[in-house]
């Protein structure tokens, strides 16, 4: 079996969750090819090729892909689809948006968001929120997985030498364009990647409260900001900030959850964290039934003290 895994890249380094799909293609078995579209990502490429277990690179280059639209990627996959047997990617937003497209091209069926490998043709991926696991069989020959990447642990991303062969871009599909982007930038970690993460919910209040409690303390402890889906919809933090089903899946060693009330959609972005933490001042609060620790009190009061004892 042959896989080829799509590389999610920012033109110099490949992102975390493709080191965690290439762990889950190597469950599978067999060679796995790294594709990295872009352009002028040939830092990108050659990242790659020293990625643990990874036998080949692909590389395409051309101005049309710098914006990493799925319609001009899938069309790319699409192209070198007939020597692989499988076709993954990590469930990013940038998988989810490349993949469903790749699977109907091709006329099969997407399996999403797998967690663990049964067999080559075999997998589990979670259902009703998060709340059950389901065992699927693919049978159509040519597969297109996404992968979850709290479910594999992440390959190394040094110790690999791939050779990095070229392959010709398919011409512009001109259906969309990338006019602009606006990236966040902070200090902190990123959310995915973050061994700790500091969430605050709609019991923060406003966008003021969020920066002066939760800000300090994620400071304290080298942690990333997550927000639940009602303080993202308050217009408390911008949606990249968002924990949950529609936002990111983390599952850090630490996860510290700040006036969140632990709504389904929330739960399933980060119950398979390590250890929970939850203050809120409800004491039936829902969030309380996952949490390995938890504190009834009024945040505003807990988490400067917490700060306080934190030095």
Do not use: W
Not at 118 to 141: C, E, H, M, S, W
């Amino acid at each position: 079996m042959t896989i080829l895994v799509i590389a999610e890249h920012d033109h110099t380094a490949i992102k975390g969750g493709t080191l965690n799909a290439i762990a889950a293609a190597q469950k599978i078995g067999g060679d796995i090819h790294v594709l990295v579209a872009g352009h002028n990502a040939a830092p990108a490429a050659q990242a790659a090729a020293q990625i643990a277990g990874v036998a080949k690179v692909l590389h395409a280059d051309a101005p049309h892909l710098a914006g990493h639209t799925a319609e001009n990627l899938a069309a790319l996959v699409v192209s070198v689809a007939g020597g692989y047997d499988c076709i993954m990617a990590a469930a990013t937003g940038f998988g989810k948006n490349v993949s469903p497209r790749i699977a109907a091209l091709l006329d099969v069926a997407q399996v999403s968001e797998i967690v663990e490998v049964v067999a080559p043709d075999t997998f589990v991926r979670p259902i009703y929120a998060g709340n059950g696991l389901a065992t699927v069989q693919a049978k159509d020959a040519k597969k297109v997985i996404t992968v979850r990447a709290t479910g594999f642990d992440a390959v190394a991303a040094t110790g690999g030498s791939a050779a990095v062969e070229s392959v010709a871009a398919t011409p512009d599909t001109g259906l969309s364009n990338v006019t602009g982007q606006e990236l966040s930038k902070s200090d902190r970690p990123e959310l995915t990647a973050a061994r700790i993460v500091v969430s605050g919910g709609r019991g923060v209040g406003n966008a003021e409260n969020f920066h002066k409690l939760l800000e300090p303390l994620a400071a304290k402890l080298n942690a990333a900001l997550g927000a639940s889906r009602a303080a993202v919809d308050a217009g408390f933090v911008p949606n990249d900030y968002q924990v949950g089903q529609t936002g990111k899946i983390v599952a850090p060693d630490l996860y510290i959850a700040v006036g969140i009330s632990g709504a389904i959609q929330h739960l399933a972005g980060m119950k398979d964290s390590k250890v929970i933490v939850a203050i809120n001042k409800d004491a039936d609060a829902p969030i309380f039934q996952i949490a390995d620790y938890g504190l009834v009190a009024d945040l505003f009061e807990a988490v400067p003290a917490l700060i306080a004892e934190l030095g």
